[in-house]
């Protein structure tokens, strides 16, 4: 998402018909394109604007208009949606449509609450518990609820990250590639501070000592001890056995 984020590229140099994974301007007969380029031809993100007033903005592919963009017509009037070789095939309602996976999950979530609210409880408290840094740090954290909050951690940042790009597709006019970096800077900052909080958590429930902690910093066996976190059950478990 990162490297096709508009003016990520190079300005283009040289011959026109050689262009390629630049950034550049270019008039044709049916108007003026500014935007990606791989071959000579527009290919990524860009905006045509046409001779008659009329202007397209979003994705283009050995150039044509190919993927998801906004076309915009000199009356005031657009059409957002997904175009295939210059031809609109699906016309969608913007952020609802593109936002769709994100809705699903919020739905999904409200039903739980109001229909399984063990099961809501099961999933859900583990994740209060984990981003209550305050308190975080105490107690201890079950082989579930270590297992659930690093899985949250994930879903959390892809979910984002794909909202990110929605919104990049919907304003394709956004220069989105600093907030990507914003975005995900603020992420890392967080995910290793609750991170470690949950870690010390689930090292107390081991009955390991915290400095123990220090080995997930250590290439490759931190990867191997991690795992072990998510299979070991806890110190509480083995003496009832």
């Not at 003026?32 to 007033?53: A, C, I, P, Q, R």
């Not at 951690?153 to 919104?167: E, K």
């Amino acid at each position: 998402m990162v490297c096709n984020t508009a003016r990520a590229l190079p300005e283009c140099e040289g011959n026109e018909f050689d262009w390629t994974n630049c950034y550049g301007t270019a008039v044709y007969a049916v108007g003026t394109y500014e935007g990606e380029f791989y071959d000579g031809s527009s290919h990524g993100k860009g905006t045509m604007t046409y001779l008659n007033g009329d202007k397209f903005v979003g994705s283009w592919k050995e150039g044509e208009i190919d993927g998801y963009g906004t076309y915009y017509y000199k009356d005031g009037s657009s059409t957002f949606g997904i175009w295939y070789k210059n031809n609109l095939k699906k016309s969608t309602s913007g952020i609802f449509q593109s936002s769709s996976p994100l809705l699903i999950v919020i739905i999904l979530i409200l039903l739980l609450k109001f229909f399984a609210k063990k099961f809501y409880n099961y999933l859900i408290v583990p994740i209060k518990k984990g981003l209550r840094l305050s308190n975080s740090m105490k107690g201890n954290a079950s082989r579930t609820e270590y297992n659930i909050y690093l899985l949250f951690l994930i879903l959390f940042l892809a979910f984002s990250m794909y909202f990110l790009y929605v919104i990049s597709i919907i304003f394709p006019d956004l220069e989105m590639l600093g907030v990507y970096y914003i975005w995900y800077f603020a992420y890392a900052i967080f995910m290793l501070i609750s991170g470690i909080a949950l870690t010390l958590r689930r090292l107390n429930d081991l009955t390991m000592g915290r400095t123990t902690i220090i080995v997930l910093f250590i290439p490759i066996i931190g990867f191997i001890f991690s795992l072990l976190l998510c299979l070991l059950p806890s110190a509480a478990k083995k003496r009832r056995r």
